[in-house]
Every structure is written in structure tokens, then in C-alpha cells.
């Protein structure tokens, strides 16, 4: 049944291709008046997973629907669902005008939406000029316009900001963030979490198809960790004393230890009590893009879904797999 709510639900969503499992086991939920990132290194299955999503690949096993309908039943779905995934679609001798009200047509919407959706994007002044000529950037403007023509409850794009300049990034997060403040619902992929960490409100991490995290911005950056990096005389004694007090530890290839969650002056404490003496230390702090690393390369043992990692879920050297 149609609900209406601009929510995308996926639950158990599988895709193979002959021997290889693109999707596995994929599960999240995208709601309305928040932007959703959806990330994970690149051939993590983020485009399969979205052309499933609309219809375009038909899954192997599970659901997804958007409105609580798979796209394929949707009423009338250029006014549910908007959506860019390749920037490249268009005939070079078209003029910008001329390509959206080929789709204008298509969709049935009145011509003055192809006005409206190049305004939107930035690309009146650009209208009469052929997309042959059109930068990657400007490509990128006039697949959202296309995507906009329908005025979508939901917007979902693959890789929107390829080929945008600094200034042309700050207008796409405006954007989605004023088309999401208005009770809309935009999911949208990337492979660079530097990239989408000041636009999305939640975050979708998958890699090797399987979902490792999903949750909140602000959840995955409370769980950057502060660690203390050690080099001690009697490893194992100090291993065994910050553990004894709660602290998760990790083996560094060069022979030193990193204390998780702990700070330089608590492990002096620690190696005091311990009796070892410590030859040097640093203190450091793991940032978001060190993170998602540790989240898409497997480190990170038993992290659940719709939780932040904790310091006891930060696995030792040789633990989980790679992408």
C-alpha cells in the first residue's frame, strides 16, 4: 500500500552477478527531512544496491521499496522519486531547455517545471547552450534538473558532487539540505566520507555489499577515539595492566603498543603502577576518515548496526578481512 511517508526501507536485499555477490544481506532505512549518506569504498555495491532500489536491477532475493511500494507500482513515480545516477545522458546538439522538455513531455508535467528546475540548479543563464559544451559540473546541475522536473518527494543520486568545483559543492549541501528541511527525503552515494560528512545527516556505510554501519553523523564522530602510542620496555606487563583497568589495546607493526581511549599521562600512570618503563609516546587522535577506513577494511570485530563502535569493538592486527 502507498503510504505516502518518503521513506526508503531495504531488508535483506542480495545480488550476484554469476559468482560474485555484489549485495548481501542489505538492510537500512532512509527517512524523510534528513539527507542520507550512503557510503562505502568504491565496487562496494552502492550502485547496485540504489539501481534495485529503483527498479532497474532486479534482486536476487529481498525487497525495496520507497512509499511502501516496490518502485515498479508507484503511481506516477517522476513526482515520488528523482533520481542522477550518470551525469552523461544527454544528446551533445541539445540545448539544456531542449533536453529537459524532452522529459518534461515524457513525465506529462507542464513546460514551466523545466524553467523552475534550471533555476533551481543554477543554469538559467545556461539554458540555450548545447550540453556538448557543458562541463562535468554543469552536466551534474542539469542531471539534477532532470531529476527535479517531477518535483519529487525523494531525491536519490549516485556520486552527485563528481566533477564539482569547491564552490559548486557548498551550493549542492545548501540544496539538500533546504530540499530535506522541507520533509523530503534525499539518500545520496558517495566514496568519500570527507566529502558527505558536512552534508549528511545520517550515515549508510556498506562495504563488500553488507551494511557496517548505520546511524547518525554526529554518532560515528563521538566515536573517534583518542589512543596513546607506547613503546615500553616490558610490553606484555603493560598490556596487562591497561587492560586490568579497562583499556582496549592494539599491537602497531613497528612494536609499539596503542592504548585505546587513553591519553599520554594515563599510560605513564599505568606503566608506572606496572613497573615498565616507557621509552616514548605520542598521543593521538582517530579522525573520521581513519574511521571509515577501519569500518570498510573489516577492523572494526562485532560492530552493530545502528550503534556507534566502542573502544572494546576495535579489533588487533589480523583480525577481520579486506575489501
Avoid at 554543469?138 to 566533477?163: F, V, W
Avoid at 564539482?164 to 520533509?183: C, S
Amino acid at each position: 500500500m502507498h503510504d505516502g511517508s518518503g521513506r526508503i526501507h531495504v531488508q535483506g536485499l542480495n545480488k550476484r552477478f554469476g559468482p560474485v555477490h555484489a549485495v548481501q544481506d542489505l538492510s537500512f532505512t532512509v527517512q524523510p527531512g534528513a539527507v542520507t549518506g550512503f557510503l562505502g569504498p568504491n565496487g562496494a555495491g552502492k550502485t547496485t544496491a540504489l539501481r534495485m532500489i529503483l527498479g532497474l536491477v532486479t534482486p536476487t532475493s529481498g525487497t525495496a521499496t520507497i512509499n511502501g511500494l516496490p518502485f515498479s507500482r508507484l503511481p506516477k513515480p517522476g513526482g515520488v522519486v528523482g533520481a542522477v545516477l550518470d551525469a552523461h545522458g544527454f544528446h551533445p546538439s541539445r540545448t539544456a531547455r531542449h533536453h529537459l522538455l524532452c522529459y518534461s513531455a515524457a513525465m506529462d508535467v507542464p513546460d514551466g517545471q523545466v524553467d523552475r528546475a534550471l533555476e533551481l540548479v543554477g543554469l538559467a543563464a545556461a539554458a540555450d547552450r548545447k550540453a556538448g559544451g557543458f562541463s562535468l559540473g554543469m552536466r551534474q546541475r542539469l542531471a539534477l534538473a532532470t531529476a527535479l522536473l517531477g518535483d519529487p518527494q525523494i531525491l536519490i543520486l549516485d556520486e552527485p558532487a563528481n566533477g564539482l568545483d569547491p564552490e559548486g559543492i557548498a551550493w549542492l549541501r545548501g540544496f539538500l539540505h533546504a530540499f530535506a528541511a522541507g520533509g523530503r527525503t534525499v539518500l545520496m552515494s558517495s566514496h568519500f566520507l570527507r566529502e558527505i560528512e558536512h552534508t549528511a545527516d545520517r550515515l549508510v556505510i556498506i562495504s563488500q555489499g553488507r551494511c557496517v554501519y548505520e546511524g547518525h553523523v554526529d554518532e560515528l564522530r563521538a566515536a573517534q577515539q583518542s589512543r596513546a602510542l607506547v613503546q615500553a620496555d616490558s610490553p606484555e606487563a603493560l598490556v596487562n595492566k591497561a587492560q586490568e583497568a579497562g583499556y582496549g589495546v592494539e599491537y602497531l607493526p613497528d612494536g609499539r603498543l596503542a592504548v585505546l581511549g587513553a591519553d599520554s599521562r594515563t599510560v605513564a600512570d599505568l606503566a608506572l603502577q606496572a613497573g615498565v618503563a616507557l621509552y616514548a609516546m605520542q598521543d593521538e587522535r582517530i579522525d573520521l576518515e581513519q574511521l571509515f577506513f577501519q569500518l570498510t577494511h573489516g577492523q572494526f570485530a562485532g560492530l552493530a548496526q545502528h550503534a556507534p563502535p566502542t573502544p572494546e569493538t576495535w579489533a588487533r592486527p589480523g583480525d577481520g578481512g579486506g575489501v
